[in-house]
């Protein structure tokens, strides 16, 4: 009979960068994942297409039947032969019934792993701040459900020891016990003037923290409504947030943002805006897509030595030129001689990837600078080749037919209309719970009004601070009839990220 391998992985406490090497290895070879409501689904994405994704929130009806039903999968599907990923919220082995699930593969022979996590007290406390033990205050923290007893008349927490022997105290799952958990604390001789904090989804950006003490923070949990999952952590250590605090003071920590780009181009911008702090959703409103016919750029990557320049001015043409070329099974060596001219140095950046150096970088990262550069260097009697976007301006090929060269600008790639805008962003627009969304080029503000239609677009956008790359783009959404809230100086992703980050700083 085949026999399986069930890797038990701590998911961490939700960032998904927070996960160990160790585990990203075991999800990347895994044919199933059984995953919980508290590992981050982003962190599915290691895993194959092909693997089969379980929610293990969905099996059975209650708490204990739960429990059977997942270990019966774990051990049908060890059984099966397949390589299992069991992803769990935090570390596997901290309140994860990862000893239960260990059990039952023990007890049917089965082999597992165990990959340990960022358990959600660690993650809590230094996403905000809080050191667990600290020289000054606390040599020793106890981990501590808060649910133990709720359903028995007895807890078997030694209490008195609990509120006296360590100087922090972390609950887990004590939220809705936690008017109870602190009485009892206070109870068995804790002052009641020590400091609580409550962290709600710890390290991500919808983090929350509650701060008060043993004898206040029930009902300051009480008037905003503060809901699990969260930690409580109880001790001296909890004023030190004051001072350490660095993750939810960020300029943009609780905004939402939605970006616009290209799927393709939208990573490097989210992360920008993430870094400072922002909750972003991507909702593409352009799609980067094949050209209609591949024969003339074709025509081109056979025979490059013909060419004296191969001029390329976005990320996007560099993709689509170099996976054009690997797909005629031809490689970088192909253009032999041909000189590269880069717009800009993110664009020279996409080349070198690709195994080559550009040759050349305008001054100004634009169309016309590239222009401008060849007008100095002369470009009379030299053949040009400019693979382009469909919908690019002829700016380029023009001007330096004009000065004498030869240029072909074969298209390939097209700039599309998505067939569908991303539904998570426009709930959070209905719900209007956005608090800024980016234009970073003409086209996707265009096509988001083509897509929601002129009224429902101003409709969606009122109230929502509008930031935009330059002026093209800006005057683009005033066409619109859209205010412009945020334009930076300088049109790059950078420094419109600032002028977002400096707009939330000032309208606080
Ligand atoms: N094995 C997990 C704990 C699971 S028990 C771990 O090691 O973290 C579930 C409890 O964990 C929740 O009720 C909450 O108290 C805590 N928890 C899990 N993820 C959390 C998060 N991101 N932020 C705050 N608390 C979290």
Redesign the pocket.
């Known amino acids: 009979m085949p026999r399986g391998i069930i890797y038990l992985v701590?998911a961490g406490?939700?960032a998904p960068g927070l996960i160990t090497l160790r585990g990203v290895e075991c999800l990347k070879r895994a044919e199933v994942v059984v995953y919980d409501y508290?590992a981050n689904e982003q962190l599915l994405n290691h895993a194959p297409a092909t693997a089969e994704r379980i929610y293990a929130g969905k099996i059975g009806g209650r708490h204990n039947q739960d429990q059977d039903e997942i270990n019966r999968l774990l051990v049908s599907k060890g059984l099966e032969g397949k390589v299992v990923v069991r992803l769990?919220?935090?570390?596997?082995f901290?309140?994860?019934r990862g000893g239960e699930e260990c059990e039952a593969l023990c007890a049917a022979g089965i082999p597992f792993e165990i990959v340990p996590?960022v358990?959600?007290?660690v993650?809590?406390s230094a996403y905000a701040g809080i050191p667990l033990t600290h020289r000054d205050f606390t040599a020793s923290v106890a981990f501590v459900t808060g649910q133990e007893g709720k359903d028995k008349d007895e807890s078997t927490i030694d209490w008195q020891h609990l509120a006296l022997g360590s100087g922090t105290i972390v609950?887990?799952?004590?939220i809705t016990t936690l008017r109870r958990n602190m009485q009892r604390l206070a109870d068995n001789g804790r002052s009641p003037h020590t400091p609580v904090a409550l962290?709600?989804?710890?390290?991500?950006s919808g983090q929350q923290v509650l701060t008060g003490t043993i004898v206040d923070i029930a009902d300051k949990a009480e008037a905003i409504g503060f809901k699990?999952?969260?930690?409580t952590i109880v001790g001296e250590v909890v004023g030190l947030r004051d001072q350490l605090r660095w993750f939810d003071n960020r300029p943009l920590s609780g905004r939402k943002i939605i970006v616009t780009r290209a799927a393709e181009q939208a990573g490097e911008f989210s992360a920008m805006l993430e870094a400072r702090g922002a909750t972003v959703l991507e909702c593409p409103t352009i799609k980067l897509i094949e050209p209609d016919s591949w024969s003339e750029l074709d025509v081109a990557l056979t025979d490059m030595s013909r060419y004296d320049w191969l001029v390329l001015t976005s990320g996007n043409a560099v993709r689509f030129f170099f996976e054009r070329l690997n797909a005629l099974q031809l490689d970088s060596r192909a253009l032999g001689g041909c000189k590269v001219c880069a717009v800009g140095p993110k664009t020279a950046e996409v080349i070198r990837t690709y195994g080559i150096r550009p040759d050349l970088i305008p001054a100004d990262y634009k169309a016309e600078g590239v222009v401008a550069e060849f007008a100095r260097l002369g470009i009379n009697g030299q053949t040009v080749l400019y693979p382009r976007a469909d919908k690019a301006r002829d700016l380029i090929p023009q001007q330096l037919e004009v000065m004498g060269a030869h240029v072909m600008s074969p298209i390939a790639y097209r700039n599309v209309l998505p067939d569908r805008l991303c539904p998570e962003a426009l709930f959070a627009l209905e719900k209007r719970c956005v608090d800024c969304i980016t234009f970073t080029s003409s086209s996707t503000v265009r096509n988001l009004s083509h897509l929601l239609g002129i009224d429902l677009l101003t409709d969606m956008l009122k109230g929502v601070t509008v930031a935009s790359i330059g002026p093209i783009t800006s005057k683009s959404c005033r066409d619109l009839g859209l205010k412009v809230d945020i334009e930076p100086a300088e049109y790059t992703l950078g420094a419109l990220t600032e002028a977002i980050a400096q707009h939330f700083l000032i309208s606080v």
């Open positions: 701590g406490p939700g508290l769990k919220g935090g570390d596997p901290v309140f994860g996590g358990t959600a007290a993650g809590a609950f887990y799952m004590g962290v709600r989804w710890a390290t991500t699990p999952p969260a930690v």
